[in-house]
């Protein structure tokens, strides 16, 4: 996983050796392998069929915010929403739009350390 400023980006494909590496129980590889045999990409469609498949959602957000991709509040968010799910597309929709909006952040982030980097290097030319 690449390092990003707070935390890491979430990797582009969640496959079994992610899961195991998050500590996924054991019962669940089987249930993961069987709906995603080839891993899966982030997508509503994906988090869709993980739901309906009953993997749970909510571990996997936590997830998220343990590696700092996700702050307390977007995973508060998520919970809160996943709490008052009308239903599985619900629950789908929520966690992308979370998704994208912390990806939006962390991508601002980066941009603003390394201005902060060129600003120092700069800074640091000139005085020699």
Request: hydrophobic share 40%; glycine share 4%.
């Amino acid at each position: 996983m690449a390092r990003t400023i707070g935390g890491f980006e979430p990797p582009e494909v969640i496959t079994r050796r992610v899961l195991q590496r998050w500590g996924i129980c054991i019962g669940d590889y089987t249930l993961f392998d069987e709906t995603f045999p080839r891993g899966a990409r982030v997508t509503r469609s994906n988090i869709l069929k993980a739901s309906k498949a009953d993997l749970d959602i909510r571990w996997f957000a936590e997830q998220i915010h343990l590696i700092e991709a996700w702050t307390r509040d977007e995973l508060l968010e998520f919970m809160m929403a996943w709490q008052n799910c009308i239903d599985d597309h619900f629950v789908a929709a929520e966690f992308m739009r979370i998704w994208r909006k912390a990806a939006r952040r962390r991508k601002r982030e980066l941009a603003a350390y390394e201005e902060k980097a060129r600003k120092r290097r700069k800074h640091g030319r000139a005085r020699r």
